[in-house]
């Protein structure tokens, strides 16, 4: 079968940095997504990663092991604005859907 | 941006009566889906399209039909409203030129009543 898992909800201070973890189970992979979603709007795309390793784009960063099913979404110097939901999500071989995580929810406090 | 819109944007029907959701998309993609987003469920897969007049069920299909007969342009339809079906609808889209990512529409608020 197929599932992908991450935690419910985090906390984290202002100007920290934050780590979001995302585990996945599949028969067939091809390519790991991470998607920003502030409360009451549509998720937006984040990054992209089918390699292991670590992409950076700006303040976040993630990072891929296949052979671990594992992924993680790192956000250095946090600010305020960052408080949103991130969802993980993976696309297996040969499809075009992608099969998202319930979402971990980031609260960043002062 | 992608230049995704959906209509209408905030809807409130009565239980028994059929409701007609838009997605338009000006990026020539050629994948659409629907999804709906509840809390504690995230986003479950209502129906996706592959092309004009090419669709199929996604996981939680009871209750909705699509169609798609222009590239641009994908219509949900709630053929007779339940209150379970009170939810926050996504269009979303995707292309292979690029790696699948998906592109979010705003959303529907839908409450029915």
């Known amino acids: 079968g197929q599932n992908i898992d991450q935690p419910t909800e985090m906390t984290a201070t202002e100007g920290a940095i934050v780590q979001i973890n995302c585990t996945y189970q599949?028969?067939?992979?091809?390519?790991l997504f991470w998607y920003q979603q502030h409360a009451g709007e549509a998720p937006t795309f984040l990054s992209y990663?089918?390699?292991?390793g670590l992409e950076e784009k700006g303040r976040f960063s993630s990072f891929l092991s296949r052979s671990k099913g594992y992924s993680y979404l790192l956000l250095k110097e946090l600010q305020m604005k960052d408080s949103a939901s991130y969802l993980c999500?993976?696309?297996?071989?040969?499809?075009?859907?992608?099969?998202f995580g319930s979402g971990t929810r980031l609260l960043v406090r002062p | 941006d992608a230049g995704i819109t959906q209509s209408p944007r905030h809807k409130v029907t009565e239980t028994g009566t059929p409701v007609t959701l838009r997605c338009h998309q000006t990026?020539?993609?050629?994948?659409m889906y629907w999804y709906r987003q509840d809390p504690g469920h995230g986003l479950r897969l209502i129906h996706y399209?592959?092309?004009?007049?090419?669709?199929d069920k996604g996981e939680v299909s009871d209750g909705y039909s699509v169609s798609r007969s222009k590239t641009e342009d994908f219509l949900l339809t709630l053929e007779s409203a339940t209150s379970s079906q009170t939810s926050v609808y996504f269009c979303?889209?995707?292309?292979?030129?690029?790696?699948?990512?998906?592109?979010f529409g705003p959303g529907t608020r839908l409450t029915v009543t």
């Open positions: 990663n089918v390699l292991d």
């Open positions: 399209s592959y092309g004009v007049k090419d669709t």
């Open positions: 999500a993976f696309r297996r071989d040969s499809s075009y859907k992608l099969i």
């Open positions: 990026e020539n993609h050629r994948y």
């Open positions: 599949t028969s067939g992979f091809n390519g």
């Open positions: 979303a889209i995707s292309d292979p030129s690029g790696h699948y990512e998906q592109y």
